[in-house]
């Protein structure tokens, strides 16, 4: 069954540092969507991508992220200066459709020390 | 804003029990309520999903209850496992608009 993969796993970066969180989506979806966790907390979205541009992104979504898709399989979500409360799991999702049938990775595990 | 309040947070039911997790919702254009499961270091897995038009679909042990009336939606788990302890959240979409997540409700099923 296709899947959505996501590296690395965990990272641990230091305060102010930048990160990039990476994704694989299914190769046939056209829509791409960076979710985050905090810890035993609500699954909150962060932006949603198709047709290579940003499509919709929440208020946390702030000038310290950024999205890109970098080639044809590629999606990363970049944090710039990272903050101890970005620490999360960030879930990257892809679908066919807009809002239906979303495919979850298992997640990047960031904490920020 | 929270568009979808869900509840309980944390729910303890005996194998072979019925769980039942509740959803309202406030933005009249969802049309698209999907439940997730999600299990320990794994991301949410869509579990079953309904549309406003029909009040009720069931899918093996889980059957959603939908009353478009009170904005309200309901994931029913019968005969409960304890594999089917998880993190349930429930979903809500409109045409334009991305997937908004309830909190979450944790569940146990006790052997």
């Known amino acids: 069954e296709p899947e959505v993969t996501q590296t690395p796993s965990h990272q641990v970066t230091q305060m102010g540092q930048e990160v990039i969180l990476r994704c694989v989506p299914i190769s046939n979806h056209l829509y791409f969507y960076w979710y985050r966790q905090i810890l035993g907390q609500k699954v909150e979205f962060l932006v949603s991508?198709?047709?290579?541009?940003?499509?919709?992104k929440s208020e946390i979504f702030d000038d310290q992220f950024s999205v890109e898709r970098p080639d044809g399989s590629n999606f990363t979500l970049k944090i710039r200066s990272t903050k101890l409360e970005d620490s999360a799991m960030y879930f990257c999702a892809s679908s066919t459709g807009s809002r239906y049938g979303y495919t979850f990775g298992s997640g990047t595990r960031l904490t920020v020390v | 804003q929270q568009q979808v309040k869900q509840s309980p947070q944390s729910l303890i039911v005996q194998k072979g029990g019925i769980s039942i997790i509740n959803c309202a919702y406030e933005n009249t254009a969802f049309d698209y309520f999907p439940w997730y499961q999600q299990f320990p270091g794994k991301g949410p897995a869509l579990l079953i999903a309904i549309r406003p038009d029909v009040s009720e679909k069931k899918e093996g042990r889980f059957t959603i209850s939908f009353n478009k009336s009170a904005k309200q939606f309901s994931l029913h788990i019968m005969d409960s496992q304890p594999g089917d302890s998880a993190t349930y959240f429930c979903?809500?979409?409109?045409?334009?608009?991305?997937?908004?997540f309830g909190a979450g409700t944790r569940l146990t099923v006790k052997p």
């Open positions: 991508f198709y047709n290579n541009e940003i499509s919709e």
């Open positions: 979903a809500a979409s409109s045409f334009g608009d991305d997937m908004r």
